[in-house]
């Protein structure tokens, strides 16, 4: 006949209990190592946040204490060519038309980051809300601008999709 087992005082570890302590370890690195870095989203006066696009990824502000002038775009590899006049975009110091990795952005270039979000931004909206088919009055072309990005003092125009400008964004940082 065999004896009874004899029940103890300790416990004997079981898978399950394994398994949850494999899980409140992976949960605690998970939370430790996605945590914040430190660095919090800047938020513009008019609750936009600097430096990541908007909800629809249509527009995007950041470099905010940049000045640029044509020559940084240009050195960054963006094409000239056509330079607007300054009579249609109230504000303005400077206007171009060019590419990008054969894409084109429009640049108006104001005197600063402040002046751009008072002054450029509006018109930039007016120009991205433009249904197909309707034209842009520098541009004789239809209009293929749905995004726009206030990049420090400028103003920039995207063809087809704000990525068209991240592209220079990131070669301008």
Same mark, same amino acid.
């Given at each position: 006949?065999?004896?009874?087992?004899?029940?103890?005082?300790?416990?004997?570890?079981?898978?399950?209990?394994?398994?949850?302590?494999?899980?409140?370890?992976?949960?605690?690195?998970?939370?430790?190592?996605?945590?914040?870095?430190?660095?919090?989203? %800047?938020?513009? &006066?008019?609750?936009?946040?600097? $430096? +990541?696009?908007?909800? *629809?990824? @249509?527009?995007?502000? !950041?470099?905010?204490?940049?000045?640029?002038?044509?020559?940084?775009?240009?050195?960054?590899?963006?094409?000239?060519?056509?330079?607007?006049?300054?009579?249609?975009?109230?504000?303005?110091?400077?206007?171009?038309?060019?590419?990008?990795?054969?894409?084109?952005?429009?640049?108006?270039?104001? %005197?600063?980051? &402040?002046?751009?979000?008072?002054? $450029? +931004?509006?018109?930039? *909206?007016? @120009?991205?809300?433009? !249904?197909?088919?309707?034209?842009?009055?520098?541009?004789?072309?239809?209009?293929?601008?749905?995004?726009?990005?206030?990049?420090?003092?400028?103003?920039?125009?995207?063809?087809?999709?704000?990525?068209?400008?991240?592209?220079?964004?990131?070669?301008?940082?």
């Amino acid at each position: 006949m065999m004896k009874p087992a004899r029940t103890s005082l300790r416990r004997i570890p079981t898978h399950s209990s394994y398994f949850s302590l494999i899980f409140i370890l992976i949960l605690l690195l998970m939370v430790t190592g996605c945590g914040s870095s430190g660095t919090e989203t %800047e938020v513009s &006066e008019d609750g936009v946040a600097i $430096g +990541v696009a908007d909800e *629809e990824g @249509i527009r995007l502000i !950041t470099n905010t204490m940049s000045l640029y002038v044509i020559d940084d775009l240009t050195a960054a590899g963006f094409k000239k060519s056509k330079q607007f006049d300054l009579e249609t975009v109230p504000g303005a110091i400077d206007i171009w038309y060019g590419f990008f990795q054969q894409l084109d952005i429009e640049v108006r270039f104001y %005197e600063s980051h &402040e002046v751009a979000l008072d002054k $450029g +931004v509006e018109l930039a *909206e007016t @120009i991205i809300a433009r !249904t197909a088919g309707q034209r842009d009055p520098l541009i004789p072309v239809v209009n293929l601008y749905p995004a726009y990005a206030v990049v420090g003092n400028t103003v920039m125009l995207c063809e087809r999709q704000l990525s068209t400008c991240e592209a220079l964004i990131e070669v301008l940082e």
